[in-house]
């Protein structure tokens, strides 16, 4: 099943189910997705259930699925994006045998066609095109097998960065702060099951196609992460409880073929630029630019519908 | 005044006003700390003008003054403590003119006296003492001047550690998940003027003495922090809206004159040891120990009540 939130003037929204052809909507047995993800079996069950939808889907009324959360992990699993990035850096990165991740700011999701403020056009603002997942609640030590099951919604993020600040925090070791404001989430969170053949070994098996102000520029295959979302959930528990709505993202989708495929983010597009050009040419995004991103599987669905956003001053 | 919240089944709580002698307290005009923080002024006003304390204050029920967040980010701007750990870790960061923060996980602080769950001893466990503040809504690119006012709150707070876990983390560049745990709260959280000449440049003009296992291992003094809590709020909100209840850490409490007045975590005391005598010998915490944490100040006063905690496996 796929479902979404609807804006009715309150924070976390309230809960729909969206019918298969993403036209209509039925009103959800919880008022939000969070109420929902605490108590999921039950829950779902009834989600499930639903055969009519008598509402209208009101695209303009779609939040984020999660509007905010308790927790945002991202990961950064594509090797192709990392090796890249860390060149591009000029960080000397020791390599480690588990997934990288982050914890960032997750008291705001964006909703997939709002505007996006930032604070200053200079500070090279990118987009960064990935998938997550969302967990009911997970248990301390819980092992990789066992992480798969909590897996409850597949979602598709933009993790918006702010590129002239991310080197130098990330040269700290803290982590990003300022580098990292509020992520996008396209309009739907679907269940592994219903992906059908577009969830394998717990990745997204389909393109991510992003086109940045109506051009494409990237359209990478998901099916490349160097840990599926199962060993991401159980390297994100193990030495703490994972609350239920914890959002973990897979970092930016890329391919080792990126030079034909594309790039989820400019950052990328630039260090491929460096590496061939002997220099970046490709500027980061300016006030007034939009980007579209959208899932496509073999069969040219597209389950997560599209985050179409402008970049506008805060 | 001085702010707590009681256990009452729910995962908020409900908050009191406590009395000056700390015995007593009286129902806040609403449920929990975080609406109070969302409608500040307003509430602020209410909860001031209570002077008759009806309850006995059970200090069994008293859980975390915010028992979640949603954004916990932690400084590290004590000069010297920085400093030690770098060479103690092994990590050559390059020198920066903005405050260390990372983000950390908000969806739990312990109560004060609750049980620590910890995944595995041998990960280095390690308590961190540290002063933080709570803020209201701060508007992204807020002056340090203008953030100073939207510090509403004082807490005292453990922030866990994995020493084991920590410099293999820091070494990727993407701060810390592992290796931080939830944080502890100290009982009552405090407005800033009631802290009186314990509060001076947006500092805790106080000291955080630190007992393991009974016997008092640091007695640090809080004002030395390299940026004020000012700073550290403007910091945090330069790309970002920071959110009513953010909560922000000073980072591990530590004076220059550590060998004299001690340390507010373990990992700085075996730093010592590493550069006086070759090698460290405290050993990280086991479990079954316990750590305490009271701030006082220059005349007794405790005004956010005492951490006492016991580690136990998860």
Redesign the interface.
């Known amino acids: 099943m796929r479902l979404a939130t609807l804006n009715d003037g309150t924070r976390d929204g309230r809960l729909v189910v969206v019918s298969p052809d993403g036209t209509s909507c039925a009103p959800a047995p919880v008022k939000t997705l969070q109420e929902a993800l605490e108590n999921w079996d039950a829950v779902a069950a009834q989600l499930a259930a639903v055969t009519d939808y008598p509402e209208a889907l009101d695209m303009a009324q779609v939040m984020a699925p999660l509007p905010?959360a308790?927790?945002w992990?991202d990961g950064?699993v594509y090797a192709s994006h990392g090796a890249l990035m860390d060149k591009v850096i000029g960080?000397d990165?020791?390599a480690?045998d588990w997934p990288?991740?982050?914890?960032?700011?997750?008291?705001?999701f964006y909703a997939p066609t709002e505007d996006v403020?930032?604070?200053?056009e200079a500070?090279g603002i990118d987009f960064e095109g990935e998938f997550g997942i969302i967990t009911d609640a997970v248990p301390?030590?819980t092992s990789v097998v066992d992480a798969a099951k909590h897996i409850r919604l597949v979602v598709q993020i933009n993790d918006w960065s702010?590129r002239a600040?991310a080197g130098?925090e990330?040269?700290?070791?803290?982590?990003?702060?300022?580098?990292k404001?509020?992520c996008s989430m396209a309009p739907f969170a679907v269940t592994p099951d219903e992906l059908g053949d577009g969830w394998q070994d717990f990745q997204p098996n389909m393109n991510l196609r992003v086109h940045w102000n109506g051009k494409q520029f990237g359209d990478a295959h998901g099916k490349a992460m160097g840990y599926g979302f199962d060993a991401l959930v159980a390297?994100?528990a193990?030495?703490?409880?994972l609350?239920a709505g914890t959002v973990i993202g897979s970092g930016t989708v890329s391919n080792e073929n990126f030079r034909e495929v594309g790039s989820s983010c400019i950052a990328e597009r630039r260090g491929i630029e460096i590496v061939d050009e002997g220099g970046a040419k490709t500027e980061f995004m300016k006030f007034g630019d939009t980007v579209r991103m959208e899932a496509r599987t073999a069969d040219g669905a597209t389950p997560f519908g599209a985050i179409d956003q402008k970049v506008v001053p805060?």
């Open positions: 905010r308790w927790q992990l950064s960080i990165k020791p480690v990288l991740m982050y914890q960032g700011v997750s008291n705001k403020r930032m604070a200053d500070l301390m030590g702010l600040l130098p990330m040269k700290t070791g803290f982590g990003w702060v300022q580098a404001p509020p390297h994100a193990r030495t703490r409880d609350v805060a």
